[in-house]
């Protein structure tokens, strides 16, 4: 076992409790842009959505095992990375398939089945996968973890505030459309401000490990794009979904790994930096990608405003 898996992060319950409860109004916040139509849009494009979702519940998990694998990183890092993989799509992950011209449309329609597929895929991912591999397996033996805690954790965590989310946006469309956007603006500071709370009160152990954890995030985060966008090329989808179905694969809800990691595994500190790097890293490279996509406008893409 290496030191970083001995580390854990200071981390109280009722800090625990705030953070639940922040990641809950973050999704409710999310959920008020959430239509029935978003799912039944899956009519209009089913192999595209069945390739996003395929890559993000089990290409991309299967990188991250593989990844652990090879580069036998200490076996929390390799444990958080399969986490993060787990985790469904990235709360950014709507904007920056918008602003690298690519079909937003798709991308929401990833995003709503990959929030509901995550009350499934989640727990069995990270039971699956981290069961292969023995360094791995034994932190889920000492912690005793139990894969229907875990449904039950994402049940409320993610499933409940996005029912309550839609079923609002429903009842009161009017209110839903004007406050959807300044509730997730501030529900994103907000959580956002508790994170840099949370780093700064582990600032110590941050500092001394996170350069273990930036390679393999790196190549998984990297590895996540590209199987997002060529199994879209093999498979013969128009250049937008490629676009749309590399970011869904490649941006993962870290915000959420960091709720698991907490709740469910003491906040081990391989995993705990894993999911926080992830959450500053996908963003970086999120934009720097759609960025360069901007500048590429594909063929059909409606003119950007």
């Not at 709507?94 to 990833?110: C, D, K, P, V, W």
Request: glycine content about 10%; overall charge positive.
């Amino acid at each position: 076992m290496s030191e970083i898996d001995a580390v854990r992060l200071n981390f109280n319950p009722g800090s625990l409790v705030l953070l639940n409860f922040i990641l809950a109004f973050v999704l409710f916040g999310v959920a008020l842009d959430m239509k029935v139509t978003d799912f039944t849009s899956i009519k209009t494009a089913p192999r595209a959505t069945l390739i996003g979702l395929l890559g993000q519940f089990l290409l991309l998990p299967a990188v991250a095992y593989l990844l652990g694998i090879l580069l036998k990183p200490a076996p929390s890092i390799a444990l958080g990375m399969i986490l993060v993989s787990a985790c469904p799509g990235g709360n950014i992950s709507n904007f920056l398939t918008h602003f690298a011209r690519g079909n937003t449309a798709l991308s929401i329609t990833i995003s709503a089945f990959s929030t509901i597929g995550s009350l499934f895929f989640t727990p069995f991912n990270i039971q699956f996968w981290g069961s292969l591999n023995p360094e791995t397996r034994q932190i889920l033996h000492q912690v005793s973890l139990s894969p229907w805690e875990v449904v039950i954790a994402v049940v409320f965590l993610l499933g409940v505030p996005a029912a309550l989310g839609m079923g609002v946006a429903h009842k009161w469309p009017r209110f839903a459309a004007r406050a959807h956007k300044p509730f997730k603006i501030l529900s994103l500071v907000v959580f956002g401000l508790f994170i840099v709370g949370a780093l700064a009160a582990n600032w110590n152990y941050f500092i001394q490990y996170v350069g273990r954890v930036v390679l393999v995030v790196f190549l998984m985060n990297g590895l996540g794009l590209v199987v997002g966008y060529f199994s879209g090329r093999l498979a013969g989808l128009p250049e937008r979904d490629c676009r749309a179905t590399s970011i869904e694969v490649g941006i993962q809800n870290s915000g959420f790994g960091l709720v698991l990691v907490f709740n469910f595994f003491e906040g081990i500190g391989g995993m705990a930096i894993v999911a926080a790097w992830w959450g500053i890293w996908h963003i970086v490279s999120g934009l720097i990608l759609a960025s360069w996509w901007r500048r590429r406008p594909p063929p059909g893409a409606p003119v950007a405003a």
